[in-house]
């Protein structure tokens, strides 16, 4: 057994190989502590460490891996966060005024979406995201508007698990990928309280060169009196708009 006193970046690491594959859904500092043998309250002030850097983020009760580890893995090929924000953020503001409901803009890194942007709506629900937060991708609107064209992200996203966010999280590979088929179908997804209760959604896809998606732009709202389906013209114009903008300066 070994009974070398550990250091607080020895802690530090042990908090991080204690997410293990719950590292993108999220997991409460009881069981991070309990996983990497340390007490609640010293895995807490650890946590805000790490979460202050950028090596793990805070939604809600749960603590997931944070932007950083993805930012220093990325690739020359990944999608350039800069862009999408510069090019594409006045055509979020464009469909929030249409709106004036909570609009999102995010792009998928693995197997999560990533918000680059998030316009509030002072009628907003309590929900996960968060600018520079990531969820999984399989349960937001964001998320399904652009795996649904890629059948390789689709196979990961299903391989990396399919966890029960709220009761009408859809976990069945064959449901989702039915989903996934009419959002190729109808060009817009829906979140119907799948990312959290409470909370509806409509995306549009937002398309590069070839008809492949590298983003896509949302409009959210409380379901009690938000339909998705009345907003899903105009999800479409402005993400059409937005793709062509997009293409052009990345000519």
């Known amino acids: 057994m070994n009974t070398t006193p550990r250091g607080a970046i020895d802690k530090a690491f042990d908090l991080l190989n204690a ?8 997991v ?42 993805f930012n220093l893995t990325r690739t ?10 510069e090019i594409l953020t006045p055509f979020l503001s464009s469909i929030f005024e249409r709106t004036r409901q909570t609009c999102h803009l995010g792009y998928v890194v693995g197997t999560d979406v990533f918000y680059a942007n998030k316009l509030f709506s002072l009628r907003s629900v309590q929900a996960p995201s968060r600018i520079g937060g990531r969820v999984p991708a399989f349960c937001t609107g964001v998320g399904k508007a652009i795996i649904a064209w890629d059948e390789g992200k689709i196979d990961a996203v299903i391989a990396a698990g399919l966890p029960q966010w709220t009761p009408y999280t859809i976990t069945d590979p ?23 209760l409470g909370l509806n959604c409509v995306a549009a896809p937002i398309f590069d060169h070839g008809h492949v998606p590298v983003a896509a732009i949302s409009v959210s709202g409380p379901c009690v009196d938000f339909k998705p389906e009345e907003y899903k013209d105009v999800v479409k114009k402005v993400a059409a708009a937005a793709s062509r903008a997009y293409i052009n300066l990345r000519k």
């Open 76 to 85: 020359e090929n990944d999608v350039d966060h800069s862009d999408i924000r």
């Open 174 to 196: 064959d449901d989702l990928r039915a989903v996934l088929a009419t959002v190729r179908e109808d060009g817009v997804a829906y979140d119907r309280q799948e990312i959290s």
């Open 19 to 26: 997410f293990g594959s719950d590292g993108s859904t999220g």
């Open 28 to 69: 409460g500092v009881s069981e991070l502590a309990r996983r990497a043998n340390l007490s609640k309250s010293t895995a807490f002030r650890l946590l805000a460490t790490l979460v202050a850097n950028g090596a793990v983020e805070k939604a809600g009760d749960l603590y997931r891996i944070g932007p950083l580890f």
